[in-house]
């Protein structure tokens, strides 16, 4: 693992789990882009620390930004997995602001898989100023979908997510990633 610098080891010298994962969060968000291997270091580290010390909250940060990284640049089967923990865990702790980025996330990814129509759903859920603005990828990917599917598909697929309740869209989130898990793992053997 790389050096992470001073943060980590002020972190690491607490012996407190919370403040370690928290500070590998920090960290990992802080490099997303600059060094996204380091940041993917850090944020998975940081996931087993929270998972290992029952803080699903930090848990739930952590696999949000971990599966963004990993949809980018990493396992696009370890994607889907991060997404469904964070899904799950916001949508346990009826989170209906939080569980939006992860959904954003996966909004995004599934329109760089080509997989428009639950792109285009799960985008009108997911779409908010505090998202669009958050993760700015999400707003990249609904030009694409309108330029893909036209503007009045688009909107109407978009329009049938924003209507959706938090439960309707996450089990709606759930089967889409098991589909796609499926025709990855197909395409990978």
Request: with cysteine; proline share 5%; charged share 20%.
């Amino acid at each position: 693992m790389r050096r992470q610098g001073p943060l980590i080891d002020a972190a690491e010298a607490t012996r407190n789990p919370w403040a370690l994962s928290y500070a590998l969060f920090a960290y990992g968000f802080a490099f997303l882009d600059a060094d996204p291997v380091g940041a993917l270091e850090a944020l998975r580290r940081g996931l087993v620390i929270a998972q290992d010390s029952g803080n699903r909250g930090s848990e739930s940060r952590l696999a949000t930004i971990l599966c963004r990284l990993e949809a980018q640049y990493g396992d696009p089967l370890a994607a889907f997995g991060y997404l469904a923990v964070a899904v799950r865990n916001f949508h346990d702790a009826g989170n209906t602001t939080m569980i939006r980025f992860p959904l954003a996330v996966l909004a995004a990814f599934f329109d760089r898989l080509g997989r428009d129509e639950p792109a285009a759903i799960i985008a009108g859920f997911a779409f908010s100023p505090l998202t669009s603005a958050a993760y700015p990828e999400l707003s990249t990917a609904i030009a694409h979908l309108r330029e893909v599917l036209g503007d009045q598909p688009y909107e109407s697929l978009a329009l049938k997510g924003e209507t959706m309740s938090t439960t309707a869209v996450v089990t709606y989130a759930y089967d889409q990633i098991d589909q796609a898990r499926t025709e990855l793992n197909a395409v990978s053997k």
